[in-house]
């Protein structure tokens, strides 16, 4: 057995509702537990005067699948100039910057005090090499979202109006690849892409050769999702991502899923007013959606919070990567999955001086600001088509410190006072409730019950902080980290690569639909059925999640 005590530490565990008590920590062979009887310990690490909180949970990034690693191929200027990660006892050696390798993207998440990150866009086709790079990716607990909102045996279902093979397609595929989530991309925009170069403007424009529209789509996957009682909510990336006047599109989707249960992601690129056709015309439109979202308790989000500097945007929507060529002139990459999706890589530099990068960095900081409960918000950057996860602390700075915001305000495009709100905008985070956004949120919304919280039962994931009134420096550098009760940052330094957990949810299907998928699969598809599903075998240390008992939108 071994016993792990976290003493007299500065706690913050909203989950539990504690804000700030001094306590001790427990973890007994990994999980949170009460004191054992005899009091004694392996290892005491002493907090006394330090901040305590639950490893940090990333929600929706981009660290494996085809998109991410065409991406890691097309930035080679950037891998010149970006620090590497140097070989030591615990660490092997290798590449950073906006697209970092493998296991360089378990090494810096677990050195910012992250325990889980889940991959949001990950094409069935290509599942097997997705698991493949998780499993390189150490430290950190991981999944991934399956694509699904272009996906054509999903669209026949939908226009011969057979919900039931929906739901058994939904359930069948998410097993087959052992994925965690169903994600719409551009619901029936990126299957326009690809019949005529164009985009779905419109949640009721019928999508080339199908009779559906993206609403169909989006109704459709989100009760399926709600019947078959899936941990996390249909987790939507928006039409029209990235345009201005999409906030219209964005309303009209979150209409949509009245009574449905839906997480809204990289909301900040969804919030925008203005014309199409005149990018002078660009604005914020946080204020009504975040109304909307305060109003409707069936809505979550994370914000895709944009920072200023270099990154890559890559996305499963391939229009929007012509559409930022197109804007910005650079060299980009688009593909195609078939059947299923597609994805737009671009490199991309937002400047502070830029009137829409400058509002794109506002829009977000608004939407942090505005969300009346935070337990319904996460933090993300869309990492890294926003900016890299590690700008998280700079974001945490920003979301506790008025003063800061003010600063960089002053020195942003004038648009940013006149054309949003956030100048207006005096709340400053507390430190609980950064914990909420960063961890306890997270988990809720993913329905990982042992996750983002210290109670009895939860995964021992821990991370210990420095105080210091620099609160970007306190949050960048933790003084220990610990995953699933092992210590792998001691005093700052990693001293531990362990290979994490993969989450994927096991959902009863109907097997009599089964003949149905195969045929289907031997008419269109290129490879064998038999090829298609990941056996479990295949994977590497895996827990599988079971469907909620009820999942009615409150």
């Known amino acids: 057995m071994s016993v792990l005590k976290i003493e007299g530490g500065t706690v913050y565990d909203p989950a539990n509702d504690v804000d700030g008590a001094v306590r001790d920590i427990w973890i007994i062979d990994g999980v949170v537990a009460e004191a054992p009887a005899d009091g ?4 005491i690490i002493d907090a006394r005067n330090r901040i305590v909180m639950p490893g940090g949970i990333d929600m929706h990034c981009h660290i494996a699948g085809p998109k991410v690693n065409a991406a ?7 891998k010149r100039t970006a620090p590497p990660v140097r070989r030591t006892r615990f660490t092997r050696s290798g590449t950073t910057g906006s697209v ?79 994925g965690y989530a169903a994600k719409l991309v551009n619901p029936g925009g990126v299957e326009v892409w690809k019949a005529k170069g164009d985009n779905a403007h419109g949640l009721d424009e019928p999508v080339p050769h199908f009779n559906v529209t993206p609403r169909q789509i989006i109704q459709a996957v989100a009760d399926s999702v709600d019947r078959l009682g899936l941990p996390h909510p249909v987790h939507i990336h928006c039409n029209n991502l990235g345009l201005p006047g999409n906030f219209a599109t964005t309303l009209e989707t979150m209409k949509s899923l009245e009574g449905r249960r839906g997480h809204l992601t990289h909301i900040q690129f969804h919030s925008y007013g203005g014309d ?20 409707h308790p069936n809505i979550t989000v994370d914000v895709g919070q944009v920072l200023f500097g270099r990154t890559t945007s890559m996305t499963g929507d391939g229009p929007l990567g012509y559409f930022l ?15 299923e999706a597609g994805c737009g890589i671009v490199p991309i530099e937002y400047r502070n001086r830029s009137m829409v990068h400058a509002l794109q960095w506002a829009i ?31 974001i945490i ?84 980290v610990i995953a699933r009760g092992r210590v792998v940052v001691d005093d700052g330094e990693l001293i531990a690569s362990p290979d994490g957990t993969l989450f994927h949810v096991d959902v009863p299907y109907d097997e009599g639909a089964v003949p149905a ?29 079971r469907p909620m008992p009820s999942t009615t939108a409150q």
Do not use: C
């Not at 004694?40 to 290892?43: I, L």
């Not at 199409?276 to 109003?295: G, K, M, R």
């Open 397 to 480: 700075a920003l979301l506790m410190d008025r003063d800061r915001r003010r600063d960089m305000i002053a020195q942003a495009h004038p648009a940013v006072r006149e054309r949003s709100t956030l100048a207006d905008l005096d709340r400053e985070y507390t430190l609980s409730e950064i914990a909420i956004i960063t961890r306890a949120a997270p988990a809720r919304i993913l329905g990982l019950t042992h996750k983002g919280h210290l109670g009895p039962g939860a995964v021992g994931d821990v991370t210990i902080y420095e105080p210091d009134s620099d609160i970007q420096k306190m949050f960048t550098f933790p003084r220990y």
């Open 100 to 178: 970092p390798s493998t296991f360089a993207t378990g090494y810096l998440y677990a050195g910012l005090g992250y325990t889980t990150a889940f991959d949001a866009a990950i094409p069935p086709l290509m599942a097997r090499h997705a698991h493949e790079e998780l499993q390189d990716t150490p430290v950190v607990d991981k999944g991934f979202y399956v694509l699904m909102g272009n996906n054509h045996f999903i669209m026949r279902q939908i226009e011969a109006n057979r919900p039931e093979l929906v739901d058994a397609y939904v359930a069948w595929l998410l097993d087959a690849v052992k």
């Open 72 to 78: 890691r191929k097309m930035m080679p200027d950037e």
């Open 325 to 339: 060529h197109k804007v910005t002139g650079r060299k980009w990459f688009n593909a195609d999955t078939e059947m």
């Open 40 to 43: 004694r310990a392996d290892r």
């Open 517 to 545: 998928i195969r045929e289907w699969f031997e008419r269109y598809y290129t490879i064998q059925f038999e090829n298609y599903p990941v056996d479990a075998s295949y994977l590497h240390e895996h827990e599988t999640i």
């Open 364 to 394: 977000g900081l608004e939407w942090y600001l505005l969300m009346d409960d935070p337990w319904r918000v996460a933090m993300s950057t869309d990492h890294p088509n926003g900016a890299s996860f590690l700008a998280y602390p700079q």
């Open 276 to 295: 199409p056709d005149a990018q002078e015309t660009f604005a914020s439109q946080v204020v009504p959606l975040v109304e909307y979202v305060n109003a």
